[in-house]
C-alpha cells in the first residue's frame, strides 16, 4: 500500500514515527529481548543468536496458528517500546507522533490512538508492489492477506486515507496537507 514509504514523508517533515517493523528487527537481532523467548517458542527459528526471519517465516506459513503464540511474546515487548517513544517525543515538545503499524486493526491498536489514517492502492498496484519484494510468494501473499481486514473495511473505519496510486508526490501533498490540518486541530483544541 505505501505505508513505510508514507511514514518515511511523515518523518522527513519532522514527525516523529514509531516504525513496529523497525523495532520488531530490534528485538529480533542478537541481544534483543524477543530472542530467547521466541527462540523457546520456535527452536528452529534460531541463528547464530538471532531470529531468523525468513525462518520464522518458512515455520508460520507451515502453521498459522504459531501466530497466536508469537503475538503474545512480540506485542509485550513492542508496547513497551512504543511507550518509551511516546515518553521521548512528550520531552521533545512533539505535537504530532505517528505510529506506523501493521495490523492495527487487527491486534486492536486503533484503540490506542487519537486517530486513524489508513495508507491504500488498488488491490492490482498493492499485489505488484508486495510480490516485488526480495523473498515475497504468492503463498506468502496470500498468507498476509488472510491475515488482515480487507481494505475496503479499514477505509471505512479510518479517520484520514492517503491514496498512494497516484505516485510520491501526490502523497507527499496528502502528507503535507494532514500535516498541516492536524496541527491546527491541536492548536485549537488547546485554546
Given at each position: ?26 528485538l ?61 517525543a ?20 486503533h ?35 488472510a ?45
Open positions: 500500500m505505501g505505508k513505510s514509504t508514507t511514514a518515511s514523508m511523515f518523518a522527513a517533515a519532522g514527525i516523529p514515527v514509531f516504525d513496529s517493523d523497525a523495532i520488531v528487527h530490534d529480533y537481532a542478537k541481544g534483543g529481548a524477543a530472542v530467547k523467548p521466541v527462540s523457546e517458542a520456535f527452536p528452529e527459528i534460531l541463528d547464530n543468536g538471532s531470529i531468523s526471519r525468513s525462518s520464522l517465516s518458512r515455520s508460520l506459513t507451515d502453521n498459522p496458528a504459531g501466530f497466536e503464540k508469537l503475538n503474545r511474546i512480540v506485542h509485550p515487548l513492542v508496547a513497551e517500546e512504543r511507550s518509551r517513544f511516546l515518553d521521548a512528550h520531552a521533545d515538545g512533539a505535537e504530532l507522533v505517528v505510529f506506523d503499524i501493521p495490523l492495527l486493526f487487527e491486534t486492536g491498536g484503540d490506542l490512538v487519537d486517530g486513524v489514517l489508513v495508507v491504500t492502492a488498488p488491490a492490482a498496484i498493492q499485489r505488484e508492489r508486495v510480490l516485488g519484494r526480495t523473498g515475497m510468494t504468492e503463498e506468502k501473499f496470500a498468507s498476509i492477506l491475515r488482515q481486514v480487507p481494505d475496503a473495511e479499514k477505509r471505512a473505519r479510518a479517520d484520514f486515507i492517503i491514496d498512494t496510486s497516484e505516485g510520491l508526490e501526490s502523497a507527499r501533498k496528502a502528507v503535507d496537507d494532514l500535516i498541516l490540518h492536524l496541527k491546527a486541530q491541536t492548536n485549537h483544541d488547546t485554546k
